[in-house]
């Protein structure tokens, strides 16, 4: 498939050369399972709510195409986002078949839709690798989560976590990041709602800032080839997700690869139908969120924070 865009995707306003990633290795593959999710938060950087089609649910016969070719091309993590996961009728099926291959990262608000399943979930732990949860408990105060998630819920979550621990599954969380926060202090104030769930108060969070709704358009400054190589090392370009990450998004009925999780509102960003097509394509880093993975050195992947010890992203 050839692309084609315009100058845009090249230059900046100014006309100057933009930065971009060559990616390298495909080291984990993300699926954006579809925009419906049975929350509705202010806040969400997907714009996702009840019976939302934005992003289509993926199927399983979607999932499988490119779970096989992206073990033939040695990936070793497949992530998995929305919307809600559990929301999406194919999904427990979807996980299923990956977990064959590959360790697994769902991320879910761990509300009714994974709460119901949980049947057909506890048996994806006698799998051949490992399943992590990493579940949204926006803020560590029940009632500033709830004000968004709806009363009741991050009790829910937390119920739902220390479940799905026991249960021998991973879990790690998501919440807010505010600006000017102390980052140390709000983890730390978690700590009594981990023990009280039954989890290790050293598990690890995810904290993701302002990323902006779909289709808005901040005023955020332009990333040139210049910023990339004066202000950033190598080691530093290569943890941009787009270096060693797809994600799958499905529209109007068929399935592209995006260059990251964080992108999927700008059809220049569909890198083609194959992963192979994908990771040959250099990323321009045009998008506002691409000035928060050079700003914040971002990424949603949890290996990636572990080894940098960036702050990280998250995508749902
Ligand atoms: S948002 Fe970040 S990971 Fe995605 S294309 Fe832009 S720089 Fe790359």
Redesign the pocket.
């Known amino acids: 498939m050839t692309m084609i865009r315009d100058n845009n995707w090249l230059l900046s306003s100014k006309g100057e050369k933009r930065g971009y ?1 060559q990616p390298q290795l495909l080291h984990e593959l993300w699926f954006h399972t579809g925009t419906s999710c049975n929350l509705r938060c202010p806040f969400c950087l997907e714009g996702s709510k009840p019976g939302d089609n934005r992003l289509e649910f993926i199927t399983l016969e979607d999932a499988r195409t490119f779970i096989d070719e992206a073990v033939e091309l040695g990936v070793e993590k497949f992530s998995f986002t929305g919307g809600e996961p559990f929301v999406n009728p194919h999904f427990i099926s979807i996980l299923d078949y990956a977990l064959n291959f590959k360790p697994c990262l769902v991320l879910t608000n761990a509300t009714e839709p994974l709460i119901n399943q949980f049947a057909r979930v506890i048996p994806l732990s006698d799998k051949p690798n490992a399943l992590n949860f990493r579940i949204s408990l926006d803020h560590p105060d029940p009632h500033k989560h709830d004000e968004s998630r709806g009363k009741g819920n991050f009790q829910k979550a937390l119920d739902t976590m220390g479940r799905l621990y026991r249960e021998g599954f991973g879990v790690s969380i998501a919440r807010l990041m505010l600006a000017g926060e102390d980052n140390v202090t709000v983890d730390k104030a978690y700590a009594p709602y981990f023990r009280t769930a039954g989890v290790p108060v050293d598990i690890t969070i995810i904290k993701f800032p302002e990323l902006h709704k779909p289709d808005s358009r901040p005023d955020v400054p332009e ?1 040139t080839e210049s910023c990339m190589t004066t202000y950033l090392s190598t080691s530093q370009r290569d943890g ?4 060693y990450s797809k994600m799958i998004v499905k529209q109007k009925g068929k399935c592209g690869v995006y ?5 999927d509102d700008d059809g220049s ?1 569909n890198l083609g139908r194959t992963l192979t097509v994908a990771m040959s394509e250099r ?1 321009m ?1 045009k ?1 506002h ?2 000035y ?3 700003a914040y050195g ?2 949603c992947s949890e290996g990636n924070c572990k080894e940098s010890g960036e702050e990280g992203l998250i995508s749902a």
């Open positions: 990633i990333i941009f997700m787009c270096n260059a990251c999780t964080l992108v960003y990323v880093l998008h969120r691409c928060s993975c050079f971002a990424s």
